[in-house]
């Protein structure tokens, strides 16, 4: 069984809890004392992985760190329809890989004004904030063009990737950051997208959908 | 571009009710000897430091002379005063037991006032909603009616005779059980929760919400635990409070206004509320008027 | 272009508060969504209901203040995210409370609501609107296509005044930049721009709303007069987004060159002083079960059956002919027969008959509670028992009053007791609880869309030939009723064998009468005023009565009377205990003698 290092209040966490929910893929979460523990800086833990941070999968002695390399482990050994990363499809996988790199960004702006707030990150917070909504106003627009297309995801095939994924908890935990999504409402529709995808789970901050 | 939403200037306090209280700062581990560390309590900058004897000081940052403001050490923390503190902190007598675990559960920055943390900590109604499958499930939303009283002595408010049934109540929880609960305010931004555990009849666990007031509208919330858990690891007990306390920030960073309105004809109450009614009644009787909207003195007088 | 801003003097427009403004666009409002809007400092929650009504309500739940944006729309209620609280779809009003099942108040939480107009593809509200939104006959005239809108981080002058300078090329000719920019002037916030091709002479003209969302954020809701052939629509859409991109650009660097100003507040109303004081706790403990709804379907036309199951303890048990109260959330109170068998424990069965009158009963119950629900109601009451022992049963229903004879045949059946179910019905999409009719066969008779003589005649049929330890039953309407008594009377059917269930006391009650009444054993004396019944006289002197329709009906409120003359006025007592004079319905019955004496 896949075991995460895994810390409840991390959206990097939650990317992968979140995948292999989607995937329907079981796993065990070893529980890091991240906060105030800071038990990922501790030898102990570098041993698992040398730049100590977490997520990091361990799969049958396969360990894998970094956020977005394990979406792409994961999609590419469990999914058994190839569409969550396409490697059988080389414009969309570039796509992916694109997009990938746009969480990167996500991840700096959106979710460290998330960690500046909640754990007191030492963040230039309001470079933090700006760098956020440049990049939400970029995808707005992009998820509004998608729309136009009848297109729900971030990439231009009818179903989603492993970039909707990487790019999703930064997005829907942005206000814990005080980035308001006030602005985006195409953002917002493709939230709830997510929400409805079957196998979808929630972390703490996140709220699901109705049952109806 | 900028948003109106960037650092503003933060709100010093001049209210002599909050001034004059011990406030909590960090956990006492948290503080280094060989360099000082830096944190922000009612819009003011302090610095902290333990000295050479590995006892805390804390003082403002921008005093030169770095005059040492009020200090006790208490529940694992460094409280600190920027007027005049009372000369004893509350009470908390489980501390001392040897067979408690007293863990620091962590600290989570919430953009919102101190009062409506207490308040939000104070509430059952929402563990169905918020806290789903852990303190509350549907169908078991019913509050029943329990019972508030102010403690002569102190001038502590608690409710007593609260139950609520809870799918996973605890961390030494295996089934769902009714908890009884009691809440205790014994400072205007502290709480404390008394809950029945599975592993004693007589005894309870011991949760708190200890507030640091960063600005009127933005606290440090440190949650501190008492707990008779001989089995689970400090991790598994941080995982599942934090947990909690996660899903709570998003509910409070989206009520408004952010500082908590006294007047009884802001918002609608139900029975559920008599403790947050209560809570808010106290606050004006002490006069606070930091992190609160204060009942207008023109406004017409409720009696109950 | 760097124009120095000027800002127009605040006093000379009109006050924004009273126009409408575009709050959305219809592309904003997909199924089951909830849009976080904001107007004049105002957020707002927008929803579409599935009966395509759209919502505009204060983003605010008023319990504990929590944005409502943030909580679930089902297409027809939308759920706080904090304690679940329900508010309805066009009124706003608060129809569910899930921490207090027992103690709904009689009172109306409603959310504060604002008009929403849908026009040119965009949502319109306002904080105060007079008259209607603005027509532009360019639009009116033409086939209105949005634009994508863009937020600006300026005040919707400063976007105004880059409005007037922006310019855009006409579809037919978007490579090129050579257009020719006419603008005309439609109100503060709107303007409309033409834009004429040197070459082609074709033009394109575009209409700008601006949205006034705060003091220094706008909303851009841009729509072209005639929508592009399907081919080039997306490149217009693409040279609009990107030409607004640069504006946007530029009204943000005007913008901040202002000292930034104070956000817009908008006012929250107090709540009222009934609503802001703490409700009254539930003292009366007739309501002590707890009970979830486990299943709501329609069993026949305009009435809908619920399964009922604990929350807490298994349900007592129940006679057939029992009913419960239910306690609705909308804080009334109302009886329902039992349909249950016996043994059928594990749920309470009832069927509610939405009444075309409905005093807020039966609609709440149709309209507002779900599956899921939690519900307080009272133990089962038996006011209208079975006799187990007779040779010969016979049930009649009419309309609802077949659900108390459902349980009753259900109950007669495993005892190889001969009875028959005549049920009458207007029309057989009428007839409920089919399934439990199945497994009764034979015994039921419908009786589909009788005439008031047919249902008279084969009352008459029915009730021919009275024999020993025969038994009849019935419940249904009124008039129902009273032919049944009739002809059984004539057809010399002695008082005790035939039962009668009126859900409904529909006789004038007169409580114009004063009078005494003495309490036998707690040895008191009490004066009962007009306009107060013995009930009420009862509890205010702090005597627990049981009650249950409190109309005259349920029988449950029954007191034995020793001395006096009773006044009759309930529906529920027989002719025989009318005349022996020895029990009263306190709720609606009183005394034509000055004083009664009650056995209690």
Redesign the interface.
Known sequence: MIKLYD???SANCYKQRLMMSLLDVPYESV???F???L?HKTDEFKKINPLGHIPVIDDDGYVLWDAHAILVYLAAKYDPTGQWYPTSDPALLGETASWLLFAEGTTNTASAARLY????YDFD??AC??GA??LFRVLD?HL??R???GRDWVCSAAHPTIADIAIFPDVVLS??G?V??????SL??WT?RVKALPGFSI???V?P???? | MRTALTTTVATTCTDPIILNQWHPLLPLDEMATDHPGTAVLLGERLSYQLDANGAPAVWLTADVDATPLPVLVEYLYVWTCLGSPPDELFAIPEFSEPDRRNVHGGTIGVHVSAPRAIENFLDMGHFPYVHTDVLGVEPHTEVAEYDVHIDPETNDVWATDCIFYQPRASTTSTEGQMSDYLYRVPHPYCVILYKTTPLFEDRMDVIALFCRPVDDDQIQAHMFLSLLDPDNSDTVIRKFQQGIFGQDKPILENQYPKLLPLDPRAETPIRADKIAIAYRRWLSDLGVTYGVIPVSPTSVSMTS | MTNPVTLPDPVTLPDPMTLWHPVATMLDLPHRHIFHGQLLGREVAIWRADDEFINVWENRCLHRGVRLSIGTNDGTELTCRYHGWRYSNRSAGCTYIPAHPADAPARTICNRTFAAVEQYGLVWSGEDPIGEPPTVASLDDGTPFTLRNLPVNAPSQIVLDQLRQHRFQPVASLDTDDAEMTATEINDYALSLTSTGTNTAESSTVVFFVQPVDSDRSVIRAVLTEAPAEVAQLAVLRHHAAALGKLVIAAEAAAAQMPLPEPMQATINQVSLALSVMPEPMLDRQAPLRVQVARKWTTARDIAGFELVSVGDPLPTFQPGAHIDVHLPNGLVRQYSLTNGPGDTSRYRIGVKLEANSTGGSQCLHDTVREGDVLAISEPRNNFPLRRDSLRTVLIAGGIGVTPMLAMAQALKPMGLAFELHYFAQADEHLAFEEIRAGLGDAVITHVGLSPDETGAELARLLDGYGHANQVYICGPGPMLEAARTIATAADWPDQAVHFEYFKNTTEIDDSSSFEIALARSAVNLQVPAGKSILEVLRDHGIAMPSSCEQGACGTCVVPVMEGEIEHQDVHLKQSERDAGDKIMTCVSRAVSDRLVLDI
Request: hydrophobic share 30%.
């Open positions: 810390y409840e209040l529980p890091v004392d906060f105030p523990g038990q707030v909640n754990l007191s917070i309001d904030r700006a909504h440049r627009e509004w063009f729309e136009r297309d206000e814990e005080g308001s999504r006030l602005d985006y409402p917002r529709r709830d972390m703490p901050g709220f959908m109705g049952t109806s």
